[in-house]
């Protein structure tokens, strides 16, 4: 029923702006998709979703373990940049 009266709402509201909010919000989506920073976000993300998904890989093969997560962030920075 909430669902319902969600897009009621949104409807009755919608109509009445007569799309003209709706076209300026997909013109500027748009334009925010067209920016190099915009670009630079969505590759890093590919990066980092690949990277997740082969280390998952590794584990799910056992050949990486599983990483000790009740180690304290500091401890893991410590660990990250020591040259041991």
Same mark, same amino acid.
């Given at each position: 029923?909430?669902?319902? =009266? ?8 919608g109509?009445?702006?007569? &799309?003209? $909010? ?5 013109r ?16 890093? !993300?590919? *990066? /980092? =979703? &690949? ?5 998952? !890989? &590794?584990? *799910?093969? &056992?050949e /990486?373990?599983v990483? $000790?997560l009740?180690?304290?962030l ?11």
């Amino acid at each position: 029923m909430k669902t319902f =009266l969600a897009l009621a709402i949104g409807y009755a509201v919608g109509a009445k702006t007569g &799309g003209k $909010d709706l076209d300026r919000l997909g013109r500027s989506l748009k334009a925010l998709c067209e920016t190099d920073e915009f670009a630079d976000v969505v590759a890093a !993300a590919r *990066i /980092q =979703l &690949g990277t997740t998904l082969r280390e998952v !890989a &590794g584990i *799910i093969d &056992g050949e /990486q373990s599983v990483p $000790d997560l009740d180690i304290d962030l500091v401890s893991r920075v410590r660990n990250l940049v020591s040259h041991d």
